[in-house]
C-alpha cells in the first residue's frame, strides 16, 4: 500500500507527464479526441494531487495546531497559485509558442516533487506526531497540567496592571 507522500509524488508525476504530452502532442483544433483524453487523465492527476495534498497536511500536523498549519498551508497555497498562470500569460503575450509556455509550467510542478522527496519518511512523521499526542495525554491524564503563564496572570503582573489604573 501507498502512503500518501508516494502516492502525492506519483500524481505530481502524472499531471507533468499529461502536460509534457500536451505541450508535445497539440498542435491545434483538428485534434480535438487527442486533447479530450490528454484532459481526462490531467483531470484525473488534478483530483488525485488536492485530495491526497490535503490528506497529507492533516496527517502530520500535531493536534491543537490544525488551525495554525492549515492558515500556512492556505496562504502559501493562495499566493503560489497565481504565479504558473502569470508566467504562462506573459509568454503567450510575448508571442512564444503555446507549447513552450505550457511546457514552463512544468517547472513548478518539477520544484514540488523535489520538495515531497525531501520531505521525509511519511510513516515516521506520522509516529511523532502520534507520539506527542501519546506523551500530551499522558501528562494530563497524571494530573499534570500544561498551563501557561501569560504576563497578566502572575501576581507581579497583577499587582503592575492594578498600579497602572
Request: charged share 15%; hydrophobic share 45%.
Given at each position: 500500500?501507498?502512503?500518501?507522500?508516494?502516492?502525492?509524488?506519483?500524481?505530481?508525476?502524472?499531471?507533468?507527464?499529461?502536460?509534457?504530452?500536451?505541450?508535445?502532442?497539440?498542435?491545434?483544433?483538428?485534434?480535438?479526441?487527442?486533447?479530450?483524453?490528454?484532459?481526462?487523465?490531467?483531470?484525473?492527476?488534478?483530483?488525485?494531487?488536492?485530495?491526497?495534498?490535503?490528506?497529507?497536511?492533516?496527517?502530520?500536523?500535531?493536534?491543537?495546531?490544525?488551525?495554525?498549519?492549515?492558515?500556512?498551508?492556505?496562504?502559501?497555497?493562495?499566493?503560489?497559485?497565481?504565479?504558473?498562470?502569470?508566467?504562462?500569460?506573459?509568454?503567450?503575450?510575448?508571442?512564444?509558442?503555446?507549447?513552450?509556455?505550457?511546457?514552463?509550467?512544468?517547472?513548478?510542478?518539477?520544484?514540488?516533487?523535489?520538495?515531497?522527496?525531501?520531505?521525509?519518511?511519511?510513516?515516521?512523521?506520522?509516529?511523532?506526531?502520534?507520539?506527542?499526542?501519546?506523551?500530551?495525554?499522558?501528562?494530563?491524564?497524571?494530573?499534570?497540567?500544561?498551563?501557561?503563564?501569560?504576563?497578566?496572570?502572575?501576581?507581579?503582573?497583577?499587582?503592575?496592571?492594578?498600579?497602572l489604573e
Amino acid at each position: 500500500r501507498l502512503d500518501p507522500r508516494w502516492s502525492q509524488m506519483l500524481s505530481v508525476v502524472l499531471i507533468i507527464t499529461m502536460t509534457s504530452l500536451s505541450a508535445g502532442l497539440l498542435s491545434g483544433p483538428s485534434q480535438q479526441t487527442l486533447a479530450y483524453i490528454l484532459i481526462f487523465f490531467w483531470g484525473l492527476g488534478i483530483g488525485w494531487k488536492w485530495t491526497t495534498d490535503r490528506m497529507l497536511s492533516a496527517a502530520i500536523i500535531p493536534r491543537g495546531q490544525n488551525a495554525e498549519y492549515m492558515g500556512i498551508y492556505l496562504f502559501f497555497g493562495a499566493i503560489l497559485t497565481w504565479a504558473p498562470p502569470l508566467i504562462y500569460t506573459a509568454l503567450n503575450e510575448a508571442d512564444v509558442s503555446q507549447q513552450i509556455g505550457l511546457s514552463s509550467l512544468n517547472v513548478f510542478f518539477v520544484i514540488g516533487l523535489f520538495a515531497y522527496w525531501m520531505m521525509g519518511n511519511y510513516r515516521t512523521a506520522v509516529q511523532a506526531v502520534e507520539g506527542v499526542f501519546a506523551r500530551t495525554d499522558e501528562s494530563n491524564s497524571s494530573g499534570e497540567h500544561n498551563n501557561i503563564e501569560l504576563p497578566g496572570n502572575s501576581e507581579q503582573g497583577i499587582r503592575d496592571s492594578a498600579m497602572l489604573e
